[in-house]
């Protein structure tokens, strides 16, 4: 079935450890974005790609990095994790044209 | 860029009744709005979206409504059911070559039994 999957689901690492979440789409869709959200709250954008080698900061400033070496993929890395990172970590791509997101089931990410 | 406000923050209805959440944007060039619908622990979903040369647009139980000159949109739900308790957010894309979703900062909606 054509989707957009994230993994892990849950994650609990140690401070000062590197991570990355990982964001896979089969749906062919050549935008990708990257949300960060509290539990119920405001969906902050962190970064997106419109296309292979494409990638740009978004509107809420993160420490994070991203790469979009294939269309389908788009990894985001914590090299150093901090307690402050503790969040839901939201993967969403959108198609040809301006058009609705499908989002991924997110990663929620506690760092202790 | 884009800017878009919602209200109410949070909302509570009873079973039946009507709720209606209402969101605003800034840039008069805007020309798609989604809705998504996001329950406890899971994805934001789309709903329903509409685009600016349509000024409403229904589905079943849902719809949304358009008013450019005055730059807002607005979802109603009517008949609502306790499956209808999400937060749920607006959100909107600017003209030209964005293609960023700015979303509002969401609406709780609780539906008592």
């Known amino acids: 079935e054509a989707d957009i999957y994230q993994t892990p689901r849950y994650l609990v690492i140690g401070t000062g450890k590197k991570i990355t979440l990982e964001c896979s789409q089969t749906?062919?869709?050549?935008?990708m974005y990257w949300y960060q959200q509290d539990p119920g709250m405001e969906l902050h954008l962190i970064h997106y790609?419109?296309?292979?080698?494409?990638?740009e900061k978004g509107d809420l400033s993160s420490e994070s990095t991203v790469s979009r070496i294939r269309t389908e993929h788009f990894p985001l890395t914590l090299e150093s994790a901090r307690p402050s990172h503790t969040s839901q970590y939201l993967c969403?791509?959108?198609?040809?044209?301006?058009?609705?997101?499908?989002f991924g089931s997110g990663t929620r990410l506690t760092v202790v | 860029g884009e800017n878009v406000e919602q209200h109410p923050s949070t909302l509570s209805v009873q079973e039946g009744d009507s709720a209606v959440i209402k969101c605003t944007y800034s840039?008069?060039?805007?020309?798609?709005f989604p809705w998504y619908k996001q329950e406890l622990g899971k994805r934001p979903q789309l709903i329903i979206d509409?685009?600016?040369?349509?000024g409403e647009k229904k589905d079943q139980r849902i719809a949304v409504t358009l008013n450019k000159t005055a730059k807002h949109f607005s979802l109603h739900i009517t008949e609502t059911q306790p499956e209808d308790s999400a937060v749920y957010f607006c959100?909107?894309?600017?003209?030209?070559?964005?293609?960023?979703?700015?979303f509002g900062k969401g609406t709780l909606l609780t539906v008592n039994p």
């Open positions: 969403a791509s959108s198609g040809t044209g301006k058009g609705g997101y499908t």
């Open positions: 749906m062919g869709h050549d935008k």
């Open positions: 790609s419109y296309g292979v080698n494409s990638t």
């Open positions: 840039d008069s060039a805007s020309n798609y």
């Open positions: 509409i685009r600016s040369n349509v």
């Open positions: 959100a909107a894309i600017s003209g030209g070559s964005n293609y960023k979703l700015t």
